[in-house]
């Protein structure tokens, strides 16, 4: 399939807006010398792990499209789990190596479960010492669960089985957790792991809008058809932009993000309005390319600035937009050297000794 360069300034929004809300989650995090400003900003980010759902969408779009290549499960599950486990590893070797320091704790045991990507499959207890890495396991799992339907079954009964698993993931989510799609690590029943029912949800929506991307036939543009999907497509941006970073909607089901979300996926799929079509070019794909290691090293980074740059109350109270746009830059710059050094390379030495 050809590529679609504006998926990487979506990546890119939904990592910050991810760093962002860890980044004030907590009170002894970023603004909690500043305790006004904190409660403020607190309130207006606390929706923002809901970002994560766009990132199961997107993986569900390309997972459609993986199991049409000539790969065998085998391939794909060494495929993923190189991708996957690479830069989490590196994480919990940088944190091992801060508590040698006593800059940090450290949780071996749990630690080792997270390794094995079963956090947040309902097997541990605790978060480890990676907990915003928590979807790593739960992408892993339901890309194998969903790449082996895929590659074994008729694809009628793949996708009505997929559409059930979707639907009633959906009913459960909402029922089960007040409507709210926080608390991964909960369990509903003692059976179902919030994040787990999250990726098989959003994921089964990325290959429905796959499937439908595989049988779309580009139609004549016309300026109201630009005018009127430029419009739609900034209508969506700003609701989520705004409600997932400035307020807190005050509406207890979590679904209208997810519908809102894979809108604007679409849409920038199409690229049809002037915001597909702007960020559809190679540098934001460049970009996008960063954001795991971004998202994943985010632990590490305040970790190491929250003992100086975290406590640092006066510059903080006099600069506090230029505080979290710093701590932000930092953790972007981790990330991508983080790429360079370990993802990068790994993927490399893997598909050499495939």
């Known amino acids: 399939m050809e590529k679609i360069y504006n998926i990487g300034f979506l990546r890119i929004i939904f990592t910050i807006i991810v760093i962002v809300f860890h980044a004030l989650l907590h009170a002894n995090t970023l603004y909690g010398v500043y305790p006004d400003l904190y409660a403020h900003a607190h309130a207006a980010t606390a929706r923002g792990y809901v970002a994560v759902e766009m990132f199961f969408i997107i993986a569900g779009f390309f997972l459609f499209f993986s199991a049409k290549k000539n790969i065998d499960f085998k391939e794909f599950a060494l495929n993923k789990f190189v991708r996957l486990w690479c830069v989490p590893a590196f994480a919990i070797f940088c944190i091992w190596i801060l508590s040698l320091f006593h800059w940090t704790p450290y949780h071996k045991y749990a630690n080792i479960l997270h390794l094995f990507l079963l956090k947040n499959t309902g097997m541990t207890l605790c978060l480890a010492d990676n907990g915003s890495a928590w979807f790593i396991s739960v992408l892993f799992w339901v890309s194998l669960f969903y790449f082996y339907l895929i590659k074994n079954f008729e694809r009628k009964y793949v996708n009505l089985t997929i559409a059930l698993i979707t639907f009633f993931s959906f009913v459960l989510l909402v029922n089960g957790n007040a409507g709210h799609f926080n608390q991964h690590y909960k369990m509903l029943n003692n059976f179902f792991n919030v994040g787990m029912l999250r990726g098989l949800a959003e994921m089964g929506i990325g290959y429905f809008i796959a499937l439908f991307y595989e049988n779309y036939k580009p139609a004549v ?52 309005g002037i915001l597909s079509k702007l960020t559809d070019n190679k540098l934001f794909y460049k970009l996008g390319t960063y954001t795991f290691s971004m998202y994943v090293m985010q632990e590490v980074v305040f970790r190491i600035l929250f003992k100086n740059y975290c406590q640092c109350s006066s510059f903080i109270t006099a600069y506090p937009m230029l505080a979290l746009v710093l701590y932000i830059a930092i953790t972007c710059l981790f990330g991508i050297a983080t790429y360079y050094i370990v993802e990068k390379p790994a993927i490399a030495l893997f598909k050499k000794n495939l």
């Not at 679904?255 to 920038?268: K, R, T």
């Open 221 to 272: 543009e016309s300026k109201i058809t630009f005018v009127l999907v430029s419009a739609l497509e900034i209508y969506l941006f700003g609701f989520i932009i705004n409600n997932l970073l400035f307020r807190n909607i005050k509406f207890a089901n979590d679904m209208i993000f997810v519908i809102f979300m894979s809108a604007l996926f679409i849409l920038f799929l199409l690229r049809k």
